[in-house]
C-alpha cells in the first residue's frame, strides 16, 4: 500500500523557518518525481514544487522561488521542503505528491502568524 | 502560466442526476509527446485530493466508471453518470503539459 506521510508543520513567526518532511512507502521511491502542493485556508489547491527522482532537476512556483527548496534523500525514502523566510500568505495545508498526482499524504498544516 | 477556468463553480445535483464540469484551458494541452497531462481531482471535506481521471479520460484505480472525462485541445469535461450522496466535495483540473502545473479554481458538487 503506498502511504506518504508529511510532518514538521507548525505555527511559526513571519520571517521563520520551517523544514517539512514527507516518508513515503509501498512503492520505489527513488525511481519516481515528487511534488509539494498547498492549499490556503477555504482556497484551492497551488503547486508549488518538484523534483525529479534523481534530484536532477528541480522547479519552483514563482511565490515561493528563492525562499523555499525541494530535495529528497533517497537512501530514507524521504521528500523534504525547507522554507525559509515565510509570510502570511504561506499559511496552507502542505501536501506531497508523487508526480504522477495518484497518490497524496494526508497533508500537514504550516501557520504563519505573529 | 496557464490558467484553467472551471465552470460551473458550484454545482447542486440529486442522487442519480447526471453532471458535467468544463474545464477550460488558456492553451492548449497537447504535448509534443503525443500526450494531454489534464487530471481530475475530487477533494472531499476534510480529506486529501484524489485523482479521478488521468491523461483526460483514463479513470484511475479503484474510481467508480460513473465518473468519465473527455476533451481535447483546450476543452475538458468531467460526467458523473447517476451522482451518489458520497461524491460531494469539490472537483479540481489540473494540467501539467506546461510548467507550472497549474489547477482549476474548483467545482464544489452539492447535494440536494
Redesign the interface.
Known amino acids: 500500500e503506498v502511504q506518504l506521510v508529511e510532518s514538521g508543520g507548525g505555527l511559526v513567526k513571519p520571517g521563520s523557518s520551517l523544514k517539512l518532511s514527507c516518508v513515503a512507502s509501498g512503492f520505489t521511491f527513488s525511481s519516481y518525481g515528487m511534488h509539494w502542493i498547498r492549499q490556503a485556508p477555504k482556497k484551492g489547491l497551488e503547486w508549488i514544487a518538484l523534483i525529479y527522482y534523481d534530484s536532477s532537476n528541480k522547479y519552483y512556483a514563482d511565490s515561493v522561488k528563492g525562499r523555499f527548496t525541494i530535495s529528497r534523500d533517497n537512501s530514507k525514502n524521504t521528500l523534504y521542503l525547507e522554507m525559509n523566510s515565510l509570510r502570511s500568505e504561506d499559511t496552507a495545508m502542505y501536501y506531497c505528491s508523487i508526480g504522477s498526482v495518484d497518490y497524496w499524504g494526508q497533508g500537514v498544516m504550516v501557520t504563519v502568524s505573529s | 502560466d496557464v490558467v484553467l477556468t472551471q465552470t460551473p463553480s458550484i454545482l447542486s445535483a440529486t442522487i442519480g442526476q447526471s453532471v458535467s464540469i468544463s474545464c477550460r484551458s488558456s492553451q492548449s494541452l497537447l504535448d509534443s509527446d503525443g500526450n494531454t497531462y489534464l487530471?481530475w481531482?475530487l477533494?472531499r471535506p476534510g480529506q486529501?485530493?484524489?485523482?479521478l481521471i488521468?491523461l483526460v479520460s483514463n479513470l484511475?484505480?479503484g474510481v467508480p466508471n460513473r465518473f468519465s472525462g473527455s476533451g481535447s485541445g483546450t476543452d475538458f469535461t468531467l460526467k458523473i453518470s447517476g451522482v451518489e450522496a458520497e461524491d460531494l466535495g469539490v472537483y479540481?483540473c489540473?494540467q501539467?503539459t506546461h510548467?507550472?502545473?497549474?489547477?482549476?479554481?474548483?467545482t464544489k458538487l452539492e447535494i440536494k
Open positions: 487530471y481531482f477533494q486529501s485530493p484524489q485523482r488521468y484511475g484505480s479540481y489540473m501539467a510548467a507550472p502545473p497549474t489547477f482549476g479554481s474548483g
